[in-house]
C-alpha cells in the first residue's frame, strides 16, 4: 500500500515536473507546477511530516506560485519567446547530474539512511512541536541566520524596487 | 464488512452532511443578505416567490440552472471550465476539520471516530490556511481565461489582495496558536471551556483583542466582500473575474464566495469565541438529566457565533462604501501587519510571564 502511494505521487511529480519546462503555454506550466507541489505535499503527509507538508503548500502553492501565475499573465509571453538559444547550457549542467543518478542507481544499495528509514517519531507525536523543538534548539543559530539572510534580502528588493520611482521625489 | 469499508462509509456521511449542511448554509444566507439589507435600507427585501419571500433561493437557484452557458470568443475553453471548480473545492475542503460540536469519540464495531468533526488533524488550522490560499487561483485564472480586460483587472486585484491579507489572517491566529499550544482546531476549542472569559478573545494573560478585530477585517477582505470588494466592483469592472460567466458557472463562483464566509466565520467562532463552548461551564440540557442530548445546546452555540458573524458580513456591507485601491494595500501592509505582528510579541511575553495560567 505504502509502496503504492509513494509510486503515485513519484510517477506525478515526475511527469508534471517535466511538463512544466515542456508545455508551450506558460499558463500551463504554472498550473503544472501547482499539481506537483500538491504531490510533493502528499509524499511529506506520507513520510508523517504534516507541517511541512502545510507549510510546502502554503509557501510555495499559496503565494510564491500566484505571484508567478500574476507575473506569466501580466508579461503575456509570446509562447517562443521563452526559448532562447540556452538548451545546451542546460544540457552542459543536466547531463552530468543524470550520470551521477545512473552511477548512484548502479553502486549504491538503495538502504535508506536510517535517519528517514523508520518513523521514529511516530504518528502520535505532535510533528510541528517537534520541529519547533528543533529549529530553536539544535538549528537555532542556522535559523536566525536564516531570517537575517530574509530580511537583507527582503530590504534589498524594495531597494532595487525604488529606484525607479527615486527621481520623482518618492 | 472489513474495518476500512466501515470507516470509508462513516467518513462519507460526515462529509455528505457537512456538505449538506454548508449548501443549506448557503441558500439561506442568500435570502438572509438581500432580507437584511432590505431592512437596513428600510425596505422589504424579496416577497414574490412563496410566503415573506422565503423561497427565493430556490427561485434563484433554478434560473441559474437554466441559464444559458456561455463561453466567450477567444476564451480559453480549457481554464474557463477549470477556474470556477478551482474556486470552490478550496472552499469546501477546509470544513474537513471545523469542529461541529463537543470532542467525544464513539465506538462503533471497533472503530473510533469523532461524531463532530471529519477529521481532527494535528495541524487543523494550517491546513485550512494552505487551502484558502488556493482560492485565489480559480478568481485569477478566471480572469484571466475570460480574455476580457474587466475580467483580467479583476482578477490581477484579487491576487495581490488576497496574498497581502491572507497574510495578516495567518499572523493575527498566532495568538491564540500560542496560547492553546495546539494548531488542531479541536484542542484550540476545547481549551476555550468553562466560562465565556476563558474564549480567546478574552482570554487571561493576553486577550486576543487586536488580533480579532485584525482577523475580522482581514478575512472580510479575504472573502472579496464590502468593503474590500475591488476584485468585483461592480461601478469599475462590470462584475470584475467573472464579468463573463453564466449559469452554473456563475453559481459555482456565487458558491465559494459564500463558502468562504462561512468558513472564515467558522474558524472566527472556533478560534476566538470558544466554538461550540457555552458562555458557562458545561451546558443546561447536561444539569437537567440529559446528557446525551448535550450536543444539541453546544452545536447551536456554534451556530449562533458563526451566524453573528454572517450577520456582521452583511452589516458591513450594507453601512461601508468601498475602499479605494491604494488605500487598501496602505490599510494592509502599514495597518493591519504591524498590529498583528505586536500582537505576536505582546502574546509571547505575556505567555512567558504567566506560564501556567
Given at each position: 500500500m505504502a509502496q503504492l502511494v509513494f509510486g503515485y505521487f513519484a510517477g506525478v511529480i515526475a511527469v508534471t515536473a517535466i511538463l512544466v519546462v515542456a508545455l508551450r503555454n506558460p499558463v500551463y506550466s504554472v498550473l503544472s507546477l501547482l499539481i506537483m507541489f500538491f504531490h510533493v505535499a502528499g509524499l511529506y503527509i506520507t513520510l508523517h511530516a504534516e507541517f511541512l507538508a502545510a507549510v510546502q503548500l502554503i509557501v510555495y502553492a499559496g503565494a510564491i506560485l500566484v505571484l508567478y501565475l500574476f507575473v506569466v499573465m501580466l508579461l503575456?509571453?509570446?509562447?517562443?519567446?521563452?526559448?532562447?538559444?540556452q538548451w545546451w547550457v542546460a544540457g552542459f549542467v543536466c547531463v552530468p547530474l543524470l550520470l551521477e543518478l545512473l552511477v548512484l542507481f548502479a553502486g549504491g544499495k538503495m538502504e535508506p539512511s536510517p535517519l528517514l528509514?523508520?518513523?521514529?517519531?511516530?504518528?502520535?507525536?505532535?510533528n510541528a512541536k517537534a520541529i519547533g523543538i528543533t529549529l530553536f534548539s539544535t538549528y537555532l543559530f542556522p535559523f536566525e541566520v536564516a531570517s537575517l539572510i530574509l530580511l537583507v534580502a527582503m530590504v534589498g528588493a524594495i531597494v532595487l524596487a525604488k529606484r525607479d520611482i527615486g527621481g520623482s521625489g518618492a | 464488512m472489513t474495518e476500512l469499508g466501515l470507516r470509508f462509509i462513516l467518513s462519507l456521511t460526515q462529509i455528505a452532511v457537512v456538505v449538506l449542511i454548508v449548501i443549506v448554509t448557503v441558500l439561506i444566507l442568500t435570502l438572509a443578505e438581500r432580507k437584511v439589507l432590505g431592512w437596513m435600507q428600510d425596505r422589504m427585501g424579496?416577497?414574490?416567490?412563496g410566503p415573506y419571500g422565503i423561497l427565493q433561493p430556490f427561485a434563484d437557484a433554478i434560473k441559474l440552472f437554466f441559464k444559458e452557458d456561455i463561453v466567450p470568443a477567444g476564451a480559453n475553453k480549457f481554464l474557463f471550465t477549470a477556474a470556477p471548480l478551482l474556486a470552490l473545492i478550496p472552499a469546501f475542503i477546509g470544513f474537513a476539520v471545523i469542529p461541529w460540536g463537543p470532542d467525544w469519540t464513539v465506538e462503533l464495531n471497533g472503530i473510533v471516530y469523532k461524531p463532530f468533526v471529519i477529521s481532527d488533524i494535528n495541524i487543523g488550522i494550517l491546513y485550512i490556511l494552505a487551502f484558502a490560499s488556493l482560492g485565489a487561483y480559480g478568481i485569477i485564472l478566471g480572469g484571466w481565461a475570460s480574455n476580457s480586460k474587466y475580467s483580467l483587472l479583476g482578477g490581477l486585484r484579487s491576487a495581490a489582495q488576497v496574498i497581502s491579507y491572507e497574510l495578516n489572517v495567518g499572523l493575527a491566529i498566532i495568538g491564540v496558536i500560542i496560547l492553546a499550544g495546539s494548531l488542531s482546531l479541536v484542542q484550540i476549542t476545547n481549551a476555550q471551556s468553562g466560562w465565556f472569559w476563558h474564549w480567546y478573545l478574552f482570554?487571561?494573560?493576553?486577550?486576543q483583542i487586536f488580533a480579532f478585530v485584525v482577523y475580522v477585517i482581514s478575512s472580510v477582505a479575504e472573502t472579496n466582500r464590502?468593503?474590500?470588494d475591488l476584485p468585483e466592483a461592480e461601478s469599475e469592472l462590470v462584475a470584475g473575474f467573472f464579468t463573463e460567466y453564466s449559469g452554473l458557472r456563475f453559481a459555482f463562483f456565487y458558491l465559494a464566495e459564500y463558502a468562504n464566509m462561512i468558513l472564515v466565520s467558522c474558524i472566527a467562532a472556533a478560534m476566538f469565541?470558544?466554538?461550540?463552548?457555552?458562555?458557562?461551564?458545561?451546558?443546561i440540557l447536561d444539569l437537567l438529566g440529559f446528557p446525551s442530548l448535550a450536543w444539541i445546546e453546544n452545536t447551536m452555540w456554534f451556530a449562533a457565533k458563526t451566524y453573528f458573524f454572517l450577520f456582521l458580513f452583511f452589516w458591513l456591507r450594507a453601512t461601508l462604501p468601498r475602499l479605494r485601491y491604494d488605500q487598501l494595500m496602505r490599510f494592509g501592509w502599514k495597518v493591519m501587519l504591524p498590529i498583528a505582528l505586536a500582537n505576536i510579541v505582546v502574546t509571547s511575553i505575556a505567555v512567558y510571564l504567566f506560564p501556567n495560567s
Open positions: 503575456n509571453a509570446k509562447q517562443d519567446d521563452r526559448y532562447h538559444r528509514s523508520a518513523d521514529q517519531a511516530g504518528p502520535g507525536t505532535d | 424579496p416577497m414574490e416567490v482570554a487571561f494573560p493576553a486577550p464590502v468593503p474590500f469565541l470558544g466554538g461550540w463552548n457555552a458562555p458557562y461551564p458545561g451546558t
